[in-house]
């Protein structure tokens, strides 16, 4: 997967958390889930275009750990959309797997980009 099919993916993600957000029931918990959510899916898209246009190779490493810090923060809402069944949870399951391919992706991207002399620091 190149750069811009990376991008494209990260973008659609977002306008799929959207559509979950949208689709909410109107309560406390579940805006403050919705506003969570909305923040850190939306997000991985927007930090891997900054880490595309990163300066160095350190901050492109910054911008991709950013991103898989927010693919899983976003997972860890979509499960709590799910689990107390503010969600169908069958109406998620997609969306999760997205997410956690993409913490995969950007993960390994950050191995890949992080300085020699951290190979086989632990």
């Not at 494209?8 to 977002?14: D, H, I, L, P, V």
């Not at 029931?25 to 403050?32: C, F, L």
């Not at 109406?91 to 913490?103: H, K, M, N, P, T």
Request: proline fraction near 2%; glycine fraction near 4%.
């Amino acid at each position: 997967m190149d750069d811009a099919e990376l991008a494209q993916r990260t973008k659609a993600f977002a306008l799929r958390i959207l559509k979950v957000v949208a689709s909410l029931p109107k309560s406390r918990e579940a805006d403050i889930l919705a506003k969570q959510l909305l923040r850190a899916g939306t997000s991985v898209g927007a930090n891997y275009r900054e880490a595309r246009r990163g300066r160095s190779r350190a901050d492109f490493a910054a911008k991709i750990g950013i991103c898989v810090h927010e693919a899983d923060e976003s997972l860890y809402w979509l499960e709590l959309l799910a689990e107390p069944k503010m969600v169908r949870a069958e109406l998620l399951w997609d969306l999760q797997r997205e997410a956690s391919q993409l913490i995969a992706i950007f993960a390994a991207s950050a191995k890949t980009v992080r300085p020699r002399s951290d190979v086989g620091k632990t």
